[in-house]
C-alpha cells in the first residue's frame, strides 16, 4: 500500500504562488495514477487535478485551469502541484491520494496523505 505525505503549504498572499509535493513510499505509486483534492471549512472534499501514471494525461477542476500544473518525478515517486495566481477561495487543505477507480469523485482515490494547509489572504 502506498504511504503519502503532503508539504508546501502555507501562508501567501493573493496573486502568490505556493509548490505543493507529495512524496509517495510503496511499490505501487509508479504505475498509479494521482490526484490532488482539497477540503474547505464546511464544504465537501473536491477534485483539484489529477495524472496518470506516467504523466501523459492529467485532469483539472474548472476553476484552477490555466492557473495550477500537476506533474509527477515517478524516480523520485513525487507528484506535485504548482498553484499559481492564487485566490482566497483556493485556501483550503490540500490532499493527494491514489486512484483507484473510476472518475474523479474521492472515493475513487485511496490511500490518503494526512493534508496540507494553503492559506491566501486577501
Known amino acids: 500500500q502506498v504511504q503519502l505525505v503532503e508539504s508546501g503549504g502555507g501562508l501567501v498572499q493573493a496573486g502568490g504562488s505556493l509548490r505543493l509535493s507529495c512524496a509517495a513510499s510503496?511499490?505501487?505509486?509508479?504505475?498509479?495514477?494521482m490526484g490532488w483534492f482539497r477540503q474547505a471549512p464546511g464544504k465537501e472534499r473536491e477534485i483539484v487535478a489529477s495524472i496518470s501514471w506516467n504523466g501523459m494525461a492529467t485532469y483539472y477542476a474548472d476553476s484552477v485551469k490555466g492557473r495550477f500544473t500537476i506533474s509527477r518525478n515517478n524516480a523520485k515517486t513525487t507528484v506535485y502541484l504548482q498553484m499559481n495566481s492564487l485566490k482566497p477561495e483556493d485556501t483550503a487543505v490540500y490532499y493527494c491520494a491514489v486512484r483507484s477507480g473510476s472518475g474523479y469523485d474521492p472515493a475513487a482515490f485511496a490511500s490518503w496523505g494526512q493534508g496540507t494547509q494553503v492559506t491566501v489572504s486577501s
Open positions: 510503496g511499490p505501487t505509486f509508479r504505475g498509479s495514477a
